[in-house]
């Protein structure tokens, strides 16, 4: 069964960190009020390979559900961005156009659905 609607938007992006101790201080901001406040995201993943480099995997229920995400851990991305170094962003289904300039993101990263099986 998919559980997972044909509105929803994923964001893959890889990246370093070079400040630890604010990306440490984005995870203490974000993470609690993705959790307990954001029931419209349906997955926030963070991984790390050896050689120290990060791929998080988010995915939103809609484009309403990414901007409350963005309006919601303002404080926390600020962090993340200070901290951070993003290597590559790819946007699976439908962001918001403005998403894209609002956040210097450029608008080739996002792939709209071209074909599905779902289960």
């Not at 990414?66 to 946007?91: N, P, R, V």
Request: glycine content about 4%; charged content about 20%; cysteine-free.
């Amino acid at each position: 069964m998919n559980t997972t609607p044909d509105t929803a938007i994923t964001l893959i992006f890889s990246y370093k960190v070079h400040d630890e101790a604010l990306f440490q201080s984005y995870l203490e901001k974000v993470l609690p009020v993705t959790e307990a406040d954001e029931p419209y995201m349906l997955a926030y993943e963070i991984f790390q390979n050896d050689e120290g480099v990060y791929t998080q995997r988010e995915v939103y229920a809609d484009g309403d559900a990414l901007a409350k995400h963005f309006d919601l851990t303002t404080d926390g991305q600020k962090d993340w961005a200070a901290a951070t170094e993003i290597l590559s962003l790819t946007a699976l289904g439908n962001p918001p156009a403005d998403w894209f300039t609002t956040h210097q993101i450029p608008s080739n990263a996002a792939f709209a659905r071209f074909r599905a099986v779902a289960r």
